[in-house]
């Protein structure tokens, strides 16, 4: 069974940086694309960013240029840079790991950006 456990996230001023990383465990075999998503009150989820298992980075129009995903394929961990952070950016934040078919999930990490 994979398990993904996300540290990171917190409060902010509008202008700062947060750091969010996610662990995935259970897995045998490499993971295919991990990422991060994120969920603000009353709305849909959203894709943040993306990368496959060769490096290969998507990110959402709103946070490119502020937000870097990278990953360290040694280790299952994905990391989500967040730079020059706006009110807009707050969320509960996932992290997403596609694994032989399968989606999984974290349980999500609160970020919150303050005007």
């Known amino acids: 069974q994979v398990q993904l456990v996300e540290s990171g996230g917190g409060l902010v001023q509008a202008g700062g940086s947060l750091s969010l990383s996610c662990v995935a465990s259970g897995t045998r075999f490499r993971i295919g694309a991990m990422g991060w998503y994120r969920q603000a009150p009353g709305e849909q989820r959203e894709l943040v960013a993306t990368i496959t298992g060769g490096g290969s980075t998507n990110y959402a129009d709103s946070v490119k240029d502020r937000f870097t995903i990278s990953r360290h394929n040694s280790n299952n961990t994905v990391f989500l840079q967040m730079n020059s952070l706006k009110p807009e950016d707050t969320a509960v934040y996932y992290c997403?790991?596609?694994?032989?078919?399968?989606?999984?999930w974290g349980q999500g990490t609160q970020v919150t950006v303050s005007s």
């Open positions: 997403y790991v596609g694994y032989y078919g399968g989606d999984y």
